[in-house]
């Protein structure tokens, strides 16, 4: 009873059967035991079931044709024949179904107090971009440039953060951590897309600025309606290209039944290191993109701002120099928030093995909700004519009382 239980257990586990499957073949009416053939057939009716698929059904005889005299087995396929049978269990025991996202790990008991400040900034991102979208879209006077470019910020990390933070805070509230095989590719797609999306609207930005006061007289040639919208979708397609292979990277791997993923979300490398299987071409994919496309735009933001503050020095007035360096450092620590979590939690998952885990899950989502929170008020409630609008949005002529600069009194 024992032995059989053994090799029922081999058999549902899609293990390599032991010496009783080879020395007990089962085709084409070969010789084994009752207990052996009634084994095999139970394992393979229920890794089917397992599988969510038609059960096998098997029509079992035992004759008496054997030489030794003991009974023999003979197993009658109603389907496709029996290797055709046992090549599709084996490859599709390899198939992830769902992924359980974990959460945060070692902070399973922290989950709620650590969803209330996530959930604020999410609310705050949202309703912030919202307006911000808003505003440029309704003003004609705003769609100039510089302006543009925020709504193109507003879109991007609205994407972002509601890619990532819904499910974050289902798994938070509601213990939602299953996550389709399908459904964690599409976000793991969206979230890496959309990084990479605003990754390219910042470099733009800090190349706007970089003309606005470096070659102020070049600036309405420079940036014109139909360059703006190039480098739109230039964007959307540089993004759409990066993140198109990882697709197949991850769909040719097997997984072998491993699937706890201790994230919030979905990541490239999060879901290639639950594979049984070689993963470097995903390794050096993720690990090259990252450095040519975001570590690239990092270091000509860095060259335009050096630029910026380069010009900024050269100005006559204290003042307008104070005003200036304001600015840009505010867009600068904006820009830190945004691509320093990125990049450590991208090098982590390839280099820093010995990180704690919750250390670097947290910082991997602060920037999915940290910088979309932040831009806004930093690129457009900071942007004098974006404030006078939104002041006059939010607060009707004579119904509240907030200063109004252009008035100057109330509004």
């Known amino acids: ?103 945060i790990p070692g902070m399973e008991e922290s989950h709620i107090w650590i969803s209330v400040p996530f959930c604020l900034m999410y609310i705050t991102a949202l309703f912030s971009n919202s307006v911000l979208l808003f505003v440029i879209i309704t003003e004609r006077s705003l769609h100039e440039p510089m302006y543009l470019f925020l709504a193109m910020l507003a879109v991007s990390d609205l994407m972002l953060s509601t890619t990532t933070v819904p499910k974050m805070l289902a798994i938070f509230w509601f213990s939602a951590r299953e996550i389709s095989f399908d459904a964690c590719i599409t976000q793991m797609f969206f979230t890496h897309f959309s990084f990479i999306v605003e990754s390219s609207v910042l470099l733009a930005m800090a190349f706007d600025r970089y003309v606005a006061v470096c070659d102020p007289l070049r600036y309405s040639s420079t940036l014109t309606p139909s360059v703006i919208g190039k480098i739109a979708v230039t964007a959307v397609v540089r993004g759409f290209c990066i993140m198109f292979p990882p697709i197949f990277l991850l769909k040719r791997l097997p997984y072998c039944g491993h699937n706890i993923m201790p994230h ?115 690129y457009g409630v900071r942007t004098r004519p974006i404030r006078e609008r939104v002041v006059r949005l939010l607060c009707p002529a004579g119904q509240c009382p907030c200063p109004c600069p252009s008035q100057g009194g109330l509004c």
């Not at 994919?285 to 000509?300: F, I, K, N, R």
């Open 264 to 378: 919030t979300y979905c990541e490239h490398m999060g879901i290639a290191r639950l594979a049984c299987a070689d993963i470097r071409a995903n390794v050096w994919y993720g690990l090259t993109t990252a450095l040519l496309s975001s570590g690239l735009d990092v270091v000509l933001i860095a060259v335009s701002y050096v630029l910026i503050l380069r010009a900024i020095f050269r100005l006559p007035s204290p003042e307008a120099r104070l005003k200036t360096l304001s600015t840009c450092g505010s867009h600068l620590c904006v820009i830190l928030m945004f691509y320093m979590p990125a990049f450590f939690s991208f090098l982590t998952h390839r280099f820093g093995h010995h990180i704690p885990g919750h250390v670097h899950i947290l910082l991997a989502n602060l920037y999915v909700v940290v910088p979309p929170m932040l831009n806004p008020i930093v």
């Open 1 to 103: 009873m024992g032995k059989q239980r053994r090799q029922s257990k081999r058999l549902v586990n899609g293990r390599i059967w032991g010496q009783e499957r080879q020395s007990s073949p089962v085709r084409g009416g070969a010789a084994a035991r009752p207990s052996d053939c009634s084994t095999l057939v139970l394992a393979l009716h229920w890794e089917m079931v397992a599988l969510e698929r038609q059960p096998l059904f098997l029509a079992v005889e035992e004759t008496d044709t054997h030489p030794g005299g003991n009974p023999t087995c003979a197993m009658n396929h109603t389907d496709s024949g029996y290797s055709s049978t046992m090549y599709e269990l084996n490859e599709s025991s390899f198939d992830p179904i769902t992924f359980v996202l974990t959460g």
